[in-house]
């Protein structure tokens, strides 16, 4: 004779699983495909923009100051133009700063935040303060002064952006690790005499990577945004080559005279980049935790 | 007592913090491959050799970069950054007159961003994914992901442009004598700098404000409340608002750093004279005085805010303080 709560419980067992109340892909299916769509929009972008051919944004002097319509979706500038293709091949050259500027950042970031938790509380007070002393001026200003240092050009601002996003990145990864030394698989893995070394790179760093790659991906659209600004205030890359900076701060010298479309088109594709970015973070998070990729 | 102590703490680790950055700043510009008297004589100038080796001299340019630094150091401590290349005028009077018109700027874009971020986040966040909720946080999302100068252009473009009802740029009318311009026409100028500095600054405190909401609405105190019969008015403002308003204020006092680039940013686009434009202009004309000096008020600028957004967080928060320590 079964207890009449073992019963209930028996009987619940017995039910028929539900079906999903939501027909249609699930919320991983979703997640996989905007992030595919998002990766495969930036691809384009960058391959036609890095591929494309001059003479689509060539100067022609009869064009010139077109409102957008056919033929120009972006208007022309006051060479003649076209802004579209211009746009293209300037975020193009943003996302390049930007996959430099996060390999490098990334490295240090990494490198740093694990070795900051694992070497020592001497070292790790080292890195913090480092942390901070970057963080100390506001990153525009840092940024100035290192192009000043470099002597402006595509080279300073490179440099500039690819070594002063580290520091965030170095804060998560350096939390993350503190979380997981403290935790018990580690702590055993210590007391069986493993040595620190190994345990970083068997133990910690398989856990950390997830928080790592969300954070590169999110590191991307810093980057390209300072890049921009830089390149706009004129510190950045010089006034022939495509970029978004340039365009803009050509656009600021017509706006006066209501050449609104200089800088809606090319600033709005700059923000479409910079949100896919985000939503690639976003989603990458979603995915590689445990507890929200499997909903 | 321990909180004093522990502010105490705080301002000596900052101060150090400051000294390390002014020490970065100074060795980063000092790197440059801009010579100083060319800077400073122009290109074509007729000066001898023996003439440019006693400026030399008398500058101290060939003392090695520590001793250079701690002349700089020393004569900024006494208040004198050295004379501006670019505006002929010592630096100090340039940045004391600038720093006012950007500091008036970035005060007035803070707490409007502020004030308005912080109810719209608790408006959202309260209607927790509903449509409102939903465009209020695509509409901060899109906000983050713009640059300020190109918000600016856009402001720019439409207001001043499009519809004329603010002047184009500067901080004062054109061609005005300077004791003619009233507050009036002050204000008329300020109105768009403000703008776009709000609005490039509201979307970081209004998804943080949302966030903290709906995490505090979630809590079992909240459900309590409930329980005992409050309204979702009495609920928000004897409850939420007191567990939110402080770690708001503080992420607010902790994003001088975006402001103060923000400002810089906003400068260039409004021709507003302030300490923005003036370290732009002297990045570009080689000017390292100016560009030393506007640095240095920046690290400064941040400096405080961060100074005060760690006493906020470590000082008045009670749950902080009866921890004691600062970890």
Redesign the interface.
């Known amino acids: 004779m079964l207890e009449p709560g073992l019963r209930a419980v028996t009987a619940a067992l017995k039910k028929p699983v539900p079906r999903p109340l939501v027909k249609g892909p699930n919320t991983r299916t979703m997640v996989v495909a905007t992030v595919s769509a998002c990766l495969a929009y930036l691809l384009v972008v960058f391959f036609w923009g890095r591929f494309m051919d001059p003479g689509l944004y060539a100067v022609n002097y009869a064009d010139k100051f077109l409102a957008p319509g056919a033929g120009h979706p972006f208007g022309t500038d006051f060479m003649g133009r076209d802004m579209f293709f211009r746009s293209i091949r300037g975020l193009s050259t943003s996302l390049v700063i930007g996959v430099i500027a996060a390999a490098v950042s990334s490295v240090i970031g990494l490198a740093l935040g694990i070795l900051s938790a694992v070497v020592g509380k001497a070292f790790d007070k080292v890195v913090l303060?480092g942390v901070?002393?970057c963080?100390?001026?506001?990153?525009?200003?840092l940024l100035?002064?290192?192009?000043?240092?470099?002597?402006k050009g595509a080279y300073g601002v490179t440099v500039g952006i690819a070594l002063t996003h580290w520091p965030e990145l170095t804060r998560v990864v350096r939390a993350e690790v503190l979380q997981l030394r403290s935790s018990v698989y580690v702590q055993a893995a210590y007391k069986m005499g493993q040595g620190r070394l190994r345990v970083a790179l068997r133990h910690i760093v398989p856990h950390v990577i997830p928080v790592y790659l969300v954070g590169v991906v999110l590191l991307f659209?810093h980057a390209i945004?300072h890049e921009?600004?830089l390149t706009?205030?004129?510190?950045g890359l010089p006034a022939e080559t495509p970029a978004i900076g340039v365009i803009?701060s050509e656009?600021?010298k017509h706006?006066?005279?209501?050449k609104?479309w200089l800088?809606?088109f090319p600033?709005l594709m700059?923000?479409v980049t910079?949100?896919l970015f985000?939503l690639i973070g976003d989603g990458m998070k979603k995915l590689l935790n445990p507890h929200s990729g499997n909903l | 007592m321990a909180t004093r102590r522990g502010i105490l703490f705080v301002i000596l680790r900052m101060l150090l913090l400051l000294f390390a950055v002014s020490v970065l700043s100074f060795v980063l510009v000092a790197m440059a491959p801009i010579d100083p008297l060319v800077a400073y004589v122009g290109p074509s100038s007729t000066l001898s050799e023996e003439a440019k080796e006693e400026i030399v001299e008398h500058w101290g340019l060939s003392d090695p970069l520590p001793a250079r630094y701690l002349a700089w150091a020393g004569n900024i401590l006494r208040g004198d950054f050295g004379d501006s290349i670019t505006y002929q005028r010592p630096v100090a009077d340039v940045i004391r007159e600038r720093f006012l018109l950007s500091f008036v700027l970035m005060m007035l874009a803070w707490g409007l961003s502020g004030v308005l971020g912080f109810f719209l986040g608790i408006a959202s966040g309260i209607r927790g994914g509903s449509v409102f909720d939903r465009a209020v946080k695509v509409f901060c999302l899109v906000l983050q992901s713009a640059p300020a100068f190109w918000i600016g252009l856009l402001v720019l473009s439409f207001f001043a442009v499009r519809l004329g009802w603010f002047p184009i740029g500067m901080a004062v009318p054109m061609g005005k004598l300077a004791a003619d311009v009233t507050v009036a026409d002050r204000i008329h100028h300020l109105v768009l700098p403000v703008l776009t500095l709000t609005v490039v600054s509201i979307g970081k405190i209004t998804l943080y404000t949302r966030q903290k909401l709906v995490e505090t609405m979630g809590s079992d105190f909240i459900l309590f409340a409930r329980a005992r019969g409050e309204t979702q008015g009495q609920i928000i403002r004897r409850h939420a608002i007191r567990n939110i308003a402080l770690p708001a204020v503080t992420v607010q006092f902790a994003s001088f750093s975006e402001l103060f680039g923000g400002m810089t940013l906003a400068e260039t686009v409004f021709a507003w004279p302030g300490v923005g434009s003036a370290m732009t202009a002297a990045a570009l004309n080689g000017d390292v005085p100016l560009l030393l000096g506007t640095a240095l008020i920046g690290a400064l600028f941040v400096f405080f805010g961060n100074l005060i957004a760690n006493v906020l967080y470590g000082v008045l928060d009670p749950r902080v303080r009866e921890g004691g320590g600062y970890a």
Request: proline share 5%.
């Open positions: 303060w901070d002393l963080m100390g001026l506001p990153h525009l200003v100035i002064l290192i192009s000043f240092m470099l002597g659209p945004m921009a600004s706009f205030l004129g510190f803009l656009a600021m706006i006066a005279t209501g609104w800088a809606l600033g700059l923000v910079v949100v985000d």
